[in-house]
């Protein structure tokens, strides 16, 4: 199984600053035959189910701001936050799609400093 | 429009069963892979099972394997988990996604267990 492992577990920000959060897979899961890692970030909030923020690493999904985004590529991927803003507080998530079993990070707390 | 709406959750008994349901609708259903993902109160995800878009292959976490079977009827684009002797710790919300490319997931339906 491929392990997914973020850092740090929590993370105080000033409302404006940058918050950057990143994850590890034990394997690559850059897709060689269509040059694309499988690799998905989510936020979560109370009561709400995840919401997909970023897939292939960094194609932002529909409707999410811009100030959201995503890089990194076989075993390292960064979620950064370029502005952060009172509404993007929870728990975020990265995940790898490559193969069975979809794992997931253990999860990133975001607060407000 | 995209949906994917689970439904069968409830309050079950220790020991006793469900069958969850998730229908789908927007996107080719009979061509994708579909799987089962959960999370228990306050914990993260945890991915559950998965079967194959024509159902002659599947897969389950091993806290599962031997209790739930998840299948899949294409003619009515509906996706299911048979979940037997149910445990107190399979309490959770429990998700239907697909992960072909853009990954999709449905709002979830609770799954409580009592002892």
């Known amino acids: 199984d491929i392990v997914m492992t973020q850092s740090p577990d929590s993370l105080a920000v000033s409302l404006g600053e940058r918050a950057t959060i990143n994850c590890k897979s034990s394997?690559?899961?850059?897709?060689?035959?269509?040059?694309?890692?499988?690799l998905a970030w989510y936020q979560q909030k109370p009561g709400q189910p995840p919401k997909l923020l970023i897939y292939?690493?960094?194609s932002r999904e529909s409707g999410v701001p811009d100030r959201f985004s995503g890089s990194g590529s076989g075993t390292d991927f960064t979620l950064t936050i370029s502005s952060l803003q009172a509404e993007d507080v929870g728990v975020y998530y990265c995940?790898?799609?490559?193969?069975?079993?979809?794992?997931f990070g253990q999860g990133t707390r975001l607060e407000i400093k | 429009q995209v949906q994917l709406v689970e439904s069968g959750g409830g309050v079950v008994e220790r020991g006793g069963s469900l069958r969850l349901s998730c229908a789908v609708s927007g996107f080719p259903f009979r061509s994708s892979a579909m799987h089962w993902v959960r999370q228990a109160p306050g914990k993260g995800l945890e991915w559950v099972a998965f079967i194959r878009y024509d159902g002659n292959n599947d897969s389950y976490a091993d806290s599962v394997k031997g209790r739930f079977i998840i299948s899949r009827d294409n003619s009515k684009n509906t996706l299911y988990l048979q979940m037997n002797s149910l445990r107190v710790d399979d309490t959770a919300f429990y998700y239907c996604a697909t992960f072909g490319g853009l990954p999709i997931w449905g709002q979830g339906t609770m799954v409580s267990v009592s002892s």
């Open positions: 394997q690559d899961v850059l897709y060689s035959s269509n040059n694309k890692n499988y």
């Open positions: 292939w690493a960094s």
């Open positions: 995940q790898q799609y490559y193969n069975t079993p979809i794992t």
